[in-house]
């Protein structure tokens, strides 16, 4: 049974920073394809970013330059770490295993002075 149990979400000040992570269970995580998701209220869920096996990494436009993606095999994690957040990053995060098409339960990101 796959599990993905998220971590590190909170409130933060804009500029501030967070890093997120996601710790699987039930794959072999070192052949697995990583994601974040992301919803805000009222908006639908968008992909924030991904990582391939051989940590190969896409961003959407609006995170480019600020977040960056990446992955511990040893350690069965993957981590979003988020710089410069701005109030419009504000969203529960998800982690997501593509392959199994599994969800972790979400990590609240605030970002509010």
């Known amino acids: 049974q796959v599990q993905l149990v998220e971590s590190g979400g909170g409130l933060v000040q804009p500029g501030g920073s967070l890093r997120l992570s996601c710790v699987a269970s039930?794959?072999?995580?070192?052949?697995?394809?990583m994601a974040w998701y992301r919803q805000a209220p009222g908006k639908q869920r968008e992909l924030v970013a991904s990582?391939?096996?051989?940590?190969?990494?896409n961003y959407a436009d609006s995170v480019k330059g600020r977040f960056t993606i990446s992955r511990v095999n040893t350690k069965n994690t993957v981590y979003l770490q988020m710089n410069s957040l701005k109030p419009e990053d504000t969203a529960v995060y998800y982690c997501?295993?593509?392959?199994?098409?599994?969800w972790g339960q979400g990590t609240q990101v605030t970002v509010s002075s």
């Open positions: 997501f295993f593509p392959g199994g098409g599994s």
């Open positions: 990582i391939t096996i051989i940590s190969t990494t």
């Open positions: 039930g794959i072999i995580f070192s052949r697995a394809a």
